[in-house]
């Protein structure tokens, strides 16, 4: 694209130095001679190169503040990477920590180089490509990108810009510093992880160790690489075992016979997904399909022979192949074994008895996953509270994912999202890589409340919307339980502290639309059945499987009363199921309340 400068943005950008300074004056317009702005030093040469980006001190200083920095060390070699976008330092730690010791530290604890500054600010990177391309420059391919690079023979300062990427950068050797800066989060996550890896890599060639690979050095029988990426590394070769320094992974292999890269990699997340149901083996095949290793808690040994032997689940899914490194198991205790995470797949009014169970074998650091999608009628606590109180795991090793997830459509490999809810913004973010896919996109949230409520109050409003399909009452019905039914659900999470927000994305409103639009959907499904003129119990028979709404609907309206919120879709549908009213009268119930504004 083409750069041009705009005029509006010079007054700001030259008070931040990311513009070079005028003649006899600093970046901010104020005459050399009257000191230093802001105690920040002067140019350091008269080509004023230091200004075509914030001076390092300044952002140094802005991110003692606001910045987060994670430091990557190994053999001795270490950098650190900063940034006020924690996705960034994220990406360095997550590209490398599996490998290298990868910590979090303080911003302000990072006082000195090998350092990687990484910045977003788009106005910022266009004065910096503009200064590059308007000084004598040479062109060079980093990449698969072009890069524009220029260099002050004075101050040694190398600057450079990638026009295709959007990103520029500035080098400063005798600070050992690195600055990047970019428009968008994710190219300069990638831009700042590269440096990231090669700093590291010239001190330990500094200091002996020779090049094995691009991407990886060796010194007397140790190797570091980085993950696994090149094409060698999945060639199959006979091997060797040689030392392996770092604190993760498994005993390096690498080949005698030619000059191969070690073939390696890390241990990769390990997933126990309780138990074998429809959603339990869509979600064990999302894991597994993300490079998760996963093993299946089944209840019934043939299901798991099914599993193990022929990968297909002959219960719910005769038709359809699981992948291969896709196992199962009878046994709890197995299954838990080294688990890092615990997928919970089961109906909600019998996970307090299964967990008494699978609690002891429950490993120290294991993170909890809910998948449930209903409300204990006894106690009327959400499944994360259940599973807090019989395990006993703090609350920040619990999670919750919840969205518009038809099982029967991501077996197909069918594109859907989903919500991974949990206090931790870290463990939710460290799931939400374990289970993204090409197909099955996470996203991340804190409000665990909301996510649970959303997917709960839900399946009350599909049999409703069933009801009415059965009834053959029409589209606008449909339409207008599924609007008023996502009003309820609104009031009761804000009620109970959810953000207002989270009921009108995929764990709310995209869970709604799904259960009460589609045919695959158990609860729309079973009310269909109820609307046709079967009973609870005929309709029970028919669907065969767990329909969380009935069970959870008069819990739900308890917690309503308890709170104060009016939910008249759900207390029509509590009083149908516990045969208080007849079918013809909850329709004229709901169509007959008194008229009001619409809030």
């Not at 080509?47 to 075509?52: E, F, I, M, N, R």
């Not at 005993?251 to 074998?276: E, L």
């Not at 449909?478 to 009031?491: D, K, S, Y």
């Amino acid at each position: 694209m083409p750069l041009s400068r705009s005029p509006r943005r010079r007054p700001e950008a030259a008070r931040e130095g990311l513009l070079p300074a005028r003649k006899g004056r600093d970046a901010g317009g104020v005459p050399m001679a009257a000191g230093l702005r802001e105690g920040l030093p002067a140019p350091c040469c008269p080509c004023g190169c230091a200004w075509y980006f914030r001076p390092t001190a300044s952002i140094r200083e802005e991110l003692r503040t606001t910045g987060h920095a994670v430091r990557l060390e190994t053999a001795g070699a270490e950098v650190s990477v900063v940034s006020v976008e924690r996705a960034v330092t994220d990406w360095s730690a997550r590209y490398f920590g599996q490998w290298w010791k990868a910590v979090e530290v303080e911003p302000q604890s990072v006082c000195a180089g090998p350092l990687v500054l990484a910045e977003i600010d788009p106005g910022a990177y266009g004065e910096a490509a503009l200064a590059v391309t308007q000084a004598p420059h040479t062109s060079a391919v980093c990449a698969k990108a072009q890069l524009l690079v220029t260099r002050c023979e004075e101050s040694g300062v190398v600057r450079a810009v990638s026009p295709d990427q959007a990103l520029a950068y500035r080098s400063e050797p005798a600070g050992a510093s690195l600055t990047v800066i970019g428009c968008d989060v994710e190219p300069v996550a990638t831009a700042t992880a590269r440096p990231a890896r090669e700093m590291p890599r010239g001190m330990l060639l500094r200091d002996g160790w020779a090049v094995l690979h691009a991407s990886a050095v060796v010194h007397e029988g140790r190797a570091i690489l980085p993950p696994p990426r090149h094409p060698a590394m999945s060639r199959p070769c006979p091997a060797r075992p040689i030392r392996w320094p770092g604190p993760v992974g498994i005993p390096t292999m690498a080949c005698p016979q030619r000059k191969d890269p070690p073939v390696s990699r890390p241990r990769p997340v390990r997933a126990a997904v309780f138990s074998a149901g429809s959603w339990g083996t869509a979600a064990a095949k999302i894991l597994a399909d993300a490079g998760s290793d996963v093993i299946v808690h089944a209840r019934r040994s043939e299901v798991a022979d099914g599993i193990n032997t022929r990968h297909r689940n002959p219960d719910y899914f005769p038709d359809v192949d699981l992948p291969a490194s896709l196992t199962a198991t009878t046994d709890p205790a197995a299954a838990l074994e080294g688990a890092d995470y615990l997928v919970l797949s089961v109906p909600a009014q019998t996970l307090r008895a299964n967990l008494a169970v699978w609690a002891p074998h429950i490993g120290p650091d294991t993170v909890i996953v809910s998948l449930m999608k209903g409300i204990e009628t006894d106690t009327g606590l959400r499944a994360s509270q259940v599973v807090a109180q019989v395990t006993g795991v703090p609350a920040d090793r619990i999670a919750v994912l919840s969205g518009p997830n038809l099982a029967r459509e991501i077996m197909a490999g069918r594109p859907a999202a989903a919500t991974v809810a949990c206090p931790d913004e870290d463990v939710a973010r460290r799931f939400q890589q374990a289970c993204r896919t090409s197909y099955f996109r996470p996203y991340t949230s804190t409000d665990v409340i909301g996510c649970e409520l959303g997917g709960a109050v839900k399946n009350v409003i599909a049999l409703a919307v069933g009801i009415a399909a059965g009834m053959g009452l029409g589209d606008n019905a449909a339409a207008v339980l599924i609007t008023r039914g996502l009003a309820e659900t609104t009031r009761l999470a804000v009620r109970m502290g959810a953000r207002p927000a989270t009921p009108a994305g995929l764990s709310g409103m995209g869970d709604l639309v799904a259960t009460c639009s589609s045919p695959l959907s158990r609860n729309r499904t079973f009310g269909a059945h109820l609307g046709q003129g079967m009973t609870v119990a005929e309709a029970t028979a028919a669907t065969r499987q767990t329909t969380e709404g009935v069970k959870s609907a008069t819990a739900i309206l308890d917690l309503a009363r308890v709170h104060g919120v009016e939910m008249p879709i759900t207390e029509v549908m509590a009083a149908l199921l516990q045969g208080k009213i007849a079918l013809d009268e909850a329709a004229a119930a709901l169509m007959q309340r008194p008229p009001r504004p619409e809030r």
